[in-house]
């Protein structure tokens, strides 16, 4: 019986998927996103430097701005991603992508801007 428990509890460990390779596949989707439909504004490395930014009259936001990007929490990226930049008191030139993005694609991309940030983000466990 004891080997019975064991051997489940073998199996248990290697099936739950791992959490890098987890994080791994939500960073590439969300690169993938980015690049379609942040890039033309904020551009492909993130600096707010895209071809559509330049001629808006306020600055895209600096992905790469660690200082900024993690003053930010998970929730507050989705929120302006999803919402617009006005519905937090933001750009009124960012749009809301809620109409076309789903939750899992939200949560994608946020985890691709925080791979992008200098310095890395730290979750604080707010």
Known sequence: MKRIYT?????????????LAVWAQSRAE???????????????????DGPAGKS????????????????????????????????VGKSPFMPSWGGVLKENQLRDLVA???????PPYKASGK
């Not at 051997?7 to 959490?19: E, G, K, R, T, W």
């Not at 808006?56 to 507050?76: C, E, Q, R, V, Y």
């Not at 691709?112 to 200098?118: H, M, P, Q, T």
């Open 56 to 87: 808006l009259p306020i600055k895209p936001a600096d992905h790469t701005d660690g200082k900024l990007m993690n003053s930010f929490s998970d929730k507050f990226l989705s929120e302006i991603i999803s919402k617009g930049g006005v519905a």
């Open 7 to 19: 051997l489940a509890f073998i199996l248990s460990v290697f099936s739950v998927a791992n959490p």
């Open 112 to 118: 691709y801007l925080r791979s992008i940030a200098n």
């Open 30 to 48: 969300g690169q993938k996103l980015y690049s379609t439909h942040c890039s033309a504004c904020h551009g492909e490395g993130g600096k707010g």
